[in-house]
């Protein structure tokens, strides 16, 4: 079946670890996407690309990275710059063209020991 | 992107129709109306989109009146596994930014 598969679903790292979060899409969408929501808040954006190797700061951007070599693959790495990365985090894809609207995947739940 | 306002929480009897309204009094012409919805601890749902006129596919109807300063989303027959947050959400995507800002959205309770 087509759809957005991130992994794990939990995961655990000590403080001062980098980690790498996956997203592989299979809906041949040109635009992928990294959310970030806290307990009881809405999602806020991280990092957006409409291409591959070209991507683009969200909202809070700081601390994070990704990277974008194919187009079923958008992987974001939580760096040890991040001040309080234990979060749920979300991945998108969508067309990227017009208002095509993004699908999510089931998410990473991230805590940080 | 225009800001949206929801009420925190409904109800809705099983097998009924659930109306969530959305009140989007700044909205800009360029602008679509999304419906998302989120069960705990999973990923946002897509459900439906729309410009101006109403439109319907097998989830939902939505709804835009005419001055599209509001919208209503329609699950027609709702069920227990409808019990979710659904966000209503303004967004210019084809400005190039494609981003969706989500609030805090309405939590509707399906109850038996």
């Known amino acids: 079946d087509g759809g957005i598969t991130q992994s794990p679903k939990y995961l655990f790292r000590k403080e001062g670890q980098n980690v790498t979060l996956s997203c592989e899409q299979n809906?041949?969408?040109?635009?992928m996407y990294w959310y970030r929501q806290d307990p009881g808040q809405g999602l806020r954006l991280i990092y957006y690309?409409?291409?591959?190797?070209?991507?683009q700061k969200g909202d809070i951007a700081e601390g994070y990275s990704v990277s974008r070599e194919k187009k079923e693959s958008f992987p974001l790495t939580v760096t040890s710059a991040q001040k309080n990365p234990t979060a749920f985090y979300l991945c998108a894809s969508s067309m990227g063209q017009g208002y095509q609207p993004q699908h999510f995947g089931d998410g990473t739940r991230l805590s940080i020991l | 992107d225009a800001k949206t306002t929801q009420p925190p929480s409904m109800d809705c009897a099983e097998g009924r129709a659930a109306n969530l309204p959305c009140n989007h009094s700044?909205?800009?012409?360029?602008?679509?109306v999304y419906w998302y919805r989120q069960i705990h601890s999973q990923g946002p749902q897509y459900i439906i989109h729309?410009?101006?006129n109403n439109e319907t596919n097998e989830m939902a109807s939505l709804i835009i009146t005419e001055d599209r300063k509001s919208s209503t989303l329609i699950l027609p027959h709702a069920t227990l596994r409808d019990t979710a947050v659904y966000y209503c959400i303004v967004s210019n995507s084809g400005a190039g930014s494609y981003q969706l800002t989500f609030g805090k959205g309405t939590k509707l309770s399906v109850i038996p």
């Open positions: 690309s409409q291409i591959v190797n070209d991507f």
């Open positions: 809906l041949n969408h040109d635009a």
């Open positions: 700044t909205i800009s012409g360029n602008e679509y």
């Open positions: 729309g410009l101006k």
